[in-house]
């Protein structure tokens, strides 16, 4: 009876803990589109303003930010210093494929992330930096629709992985 219990008690508490995993991946997105939005508008001060050469800037951003802008930008900076003649759009794609695997950002948002690739470090200075705000609207737009995304799905899952754990205990008993 008591191996029973005990069971049961480990069956709902890690079908609860797997609810939670999965709500709390809801909650990361808002947070880490965030994170590039304020990456990429210290970028545009550092490529507008302090007129920083570009791998400088992201390496100096990189240093400031949070994850997972900061290792992105570091990786990108990283990627032109080791290959000097690289261009600075193929490594700013390739760091964000990098990073992406281990956050919580759907395709929408690598997509955006990636549209201004082709323009980083190949246009001119006003052209980079209209198509930096580009992007930070655009993700402005993408944080406000994870965030109601967040709030819809949070409470269902932490709820779904605690009934999950009582229907299957309930079925075995």
């Known amino acids: 009876m008591v191996l029973k219990l005990l069971a049961s008690l ?8 797997a609810g939670f995993l999965i709500a709390g991946s809801f ?4 947070e880490q589109i965030r994170s590039f939005q ?31 802008a900061g290792p992105t930008l570091r990786r990108a900076a990283a990627l032109l210093r080791q290959n000097p ?8 794609r390739e ?6 695997p281990e956050t919580a950002l759907s ?15 190949a246009s001119d200075r006003d052209d980079q930096l209209r198509h930096l705000r580009v992007t930070m609207t655009r993700l402005k737009q993408l ?3 994870a965030r109601g995304e ?15 754990g009582t229907a299957i205990v309930l079925i075995l008993l």
Do not use: F, H, K
Not at 111 to 116: F, G, R, T
């Open 107 to 121: 395709p929408t948002d690598r997509q955006v992330l990636e549209q201004m690739s082709p323009y980083l470090g």
């Open 38 to 68: 304020a990456a990429l508008e210290m970028l545009e001060t550092e490529i507008g303003y302090t007129r920083t050469p570009l791998v400088e800037a992201l390496e100096r951003v990189g240093a400031i930010a949070v994850a997972p």
């Open 27 to 30: 909650a990361a997105r808002p």
């Open 150 to 164: 967040a709030q819809r799905n949070q409470r269902m899952w932490q709820y779904l992985g605690v009934l999950t």
């Open 10 to 17: 480990a069956l709902i508490g890690s079908s609860t803990a």
């Open 143 to 145: 944080e406000e629709e």
């Open 95 to 100: 760091a964000v494929g990098w990073i992406y």
């Open 85 to 92: 003649g690289r261009e600075p759009g193929d490594a700013w």
